[in-house]
């Protein structure tokens, strides 16, 4: 194998790479807030796709993207409201259980608003053959999008939780939430937020993925078990460790292709999810001590 | 056993004849077909009842045990070695009765191995997987655990849709009927349909007697101390570790049995069996019918597959099990069927505050 095709395989986990590590965030921003793990996540990719490609029928594709993101904010918020918030401590089984049905309905509803076909927006610029040439390597122009747009949500993402009111009273109940109420923070409209900010992440993930990946009505859940890997792989509730895990995951999936039939891709995937999962669950990059305190 | 318990296996048994007699005496024999392929996923539903109910632990991937039993002994009996004749191995195979020539569909010579000893082969092999793979999932919990299964599911489900000697997402077909005795026949054929009625409700029977043996025994005992707190069950002196590998093994060992039967009576196993709804499916039933109640998870285990078989459920089969799991565990987590299903359901008037003890 040659350098330049080394650089071809590198580029394409690093697209995949960055829609899991999206994917890991929105899982992290629930777990953070609630200590749940959304298994209705992947559904919100496939959900701000769709939505998307219908709008782009007849408003133009930055308005459909943005319009889109917001629609799938706004279900991710109902469903927290409806299905979340008036349970009193619920089990986790219990919660597990909620949201895998969650997963389900959605995905019929939407397999029965747009049917069984496989869809995708238009490249954001350019076409399907179009590309780039960054030193000897090829990159279509929508992997920079997709890279580029990932880097900025995870900037403004940080800047959010870092630097605003509603993003530090987030934190402050993610670290304590009875601390947090007497001080005066409402907890339960926090998780809210904190489900309509991981619906509206994952749905512009879905948003920017679309033109290479397409998306169908069913397409949510193998994203939803790689992005909960890559989330493991960095350790729950650490996006930026997510970031590297997901890049990781991408380029060793792309890699694989090399010793094992494409469509064995996601065993891959899942095997070193199983195999994280038994050897090291607090992840790469987390800490044993955080992670045995925490109550799964 | 409690004689209540005996009572209650009696009045299943006298269910399943009683339903017999009913169709045959209205000519409405055609629901049995359903009626057996409905057994045989409740014999999955009767081993994940006990891994769940009974152990506390949840499994994702439930329908990749059942895919484990179809699939080998699908492969088994239905992949022609004849090319490999003369190799030592292919030749002790034959010399030992393990192999039998037959002729299939078209009249063409088969030689492959006997319905017998590849479901043999399939439940062991499905043993040896579930104690590989439960060894280390079983010391997850929560959500790690769900996430564990779910993979081990998804993992059964790509290699068989990937895999061309399976089928890819074609499954096998052409599977021979199971002889299991002189006289007993798992097979499709229209005038074997009330031998098989009874041989796939004699399987349930016999598991709900094996089941009902277990937990009102010191496994039992000790499973519902594991469910209830494992940390205290584990200071009693509990090897937790064991009783939840043994009781995922046992789960595993009803799945593939399910499995193997089941595509003998199809004769045929498609991917979407080992697919992640058919174990969503499994884990919906077991919680409306209760979880730890074994009754529950087999009289809804029925129903429900027997309305999805039957098409009654139309586009929306996936949407209904779906909406199932929602509305039970939001409103009634205990299940449907147990003794103080009218408090809880009078608990969820407006007014009224409901108590959660889940």
């Known amino acids: ?296 | 056993m409690r004689s209540s318990a005996h009572l209650a296996l009696f009045g299943l048994i006298a269910a399943v004849i009683a339903v017999q007699q009913i169709t045959a005496h209205t000519g409405s024999g055609y629901y049995l077909t359903q009626l057996t392929m409905s057994a045989y996923y409740s014999l999955v539903i009767v081993g994940l009842c006990l891994l769940m109910g009974y152990a506390g632990q949840i499994s994702l991937g439930h329908a990749g045990f059942f895919a484990i039993g179809g699939y080998i002994s699908a492969f088994l009996t239905t992949h022609d070695l004849t090319p490999l004749k003369d190799t030592v191995f292919v030749a002790f195979l034959n010399k030992t009765g393990i192999l039998w020539a037959r002729e299939d569909l078209y009249g063409g010579q088969l030689l492959t191995v006997q319905p017998w000893p590849a479901c043999i082969a399939a439940v062991l092999f499905t043993v040896v997987v579930a104690y590989i793979v439960g060894g280390p999932v079983l010391k997850l919990k929560g959500h790690y655990l769900a996430m564990a299964t779910l993979g081990f599911g998804t993992i059964v489900y790509r290699i068989a849709l990937g895999t061309t000697a399976l089928g890819a997402a074609d499954g096998l077909s052409d599977v021979p009927p199971f002889k299991l005795t002189p006289f007993l026949e798992v097979s499709g054929e229209m005038s074997a349909r009330v031998q098989n009625y009874y041989i796939a409700w004699g399987l349930v029977i016999l598991a709900v007697f094996l089941s009902l043996n277990l937990i009102h025994s010191r496994i039992g005992r000790a499973l519902r101390a594991i469910h209830a707190a494992q940390d205290a069950a584990d200071a009693m002196g509990i090897d937790t570790a064991k009783y939840k590998l043994n009781i995922f093994a046992l789960s595993a060992v009803f799945a593939s049995v399910a499995g193997v039967f089941l595509t003998h009576y199809n004769g045929g196993i498609g991917p979407s069996e080992a697919s992640i709804m058919k174990s969503v499916r499994y884990v919906a039933i077991v919680a409306v019918g209760g979880m730890a109640n074994l009754w529950g998870a087999l009289v809804m285990g029925t129903l429900l597959n027997f309305l999805s078989l039957r098409g009654y459920l139309g586009s929306y089969d996936d949407a209904v099990f779906g909406g199932i799991l929602i509305v039970i565990m939001l409103f009634i987590p205990r299940g449907l069927l147990h003794t103080d299903i009218l408090r809880d359901l009078r608990a969820l008037l407006p007014g009224k505050a409901g108590e959660e003890d889940a």
């Open chain 1, 1 to 296: 194998m040659n350098v330049d095709l080394f650089f071809q395989y590198i580029v394409a986990g690093i697209t995949y790479g960055t829609i899991y590590a999206v994917v890991a965030i929105g899982f992290n921003i629930i777990y953070n807030a609630t200590g749940i793990i959304n298994f209705a996540q992947g559904e919100f990719v496939m959900l701000g796709g769709m939505t998307a490609v219908s709008l782009h029928r007849f408003l133009p594709l930055p308005s459909a993207v943005l319009a889109a993101v917001l629609i799938t904010m706004i279900v991710g918020a109902l469903i927290e409201v409806l299905f979340i918030r008036w349970l009193h401590k619920p089990s986790v089984l219990r919660m597990i259980i909620i949201t895998i049905g969650l997963s389900i309905l959605i995905r019929e509803i939407a397999l029965h608003i747009w049917g069984e076909g496989v869809k995708a927006l238009p490249y954001f610029t350019g076409t399907s053959v179009s590309s780039i040439k960054l030193g000897g390597v090829f990159v279509s122009p929508q992997v920079i999008w997709v890279v580029g747009i990932s880097a900025v949500m995870v900037a403004l993402l940080s800047f959010f939780f870092n630097y605003t009111i509603a993003g530090r009273q987030m934190r402050a109940c993610s670290a304590n939430r009875e601390a947090a109420r007497l001080c005066g923070i409402n907890a339960k409209n926090m998780v809210t937020l904190s489900f309509a900010l991981s619906a509206a992440i994952g749905a512009l993930g879905g948003c920017i993925v679309s033109p290479i990946t397409y998306v169908q009505y069913d397409s949510g859940t193998p994203l939803a078990i790689k992005g909960f890997t890559v989330a493991i792989l960095g350790g729950l509730g650490n996006s930026f460790a997510a970031v590297a895990a997901g890049l990781l995951l991408g380029i060793l999936e792309s890699f694989s292709i090399w010793v094992m039939p494409a469509a064995y891709k996601d065993v891959i995937a899942i095997s070193i999810l199983l195999v994280i999962l038994f050897v090291r669950p607090s992840g790469l990059f987390g800490s044993r001590e955080a992670a045995s305190m925490k109550e799964f």
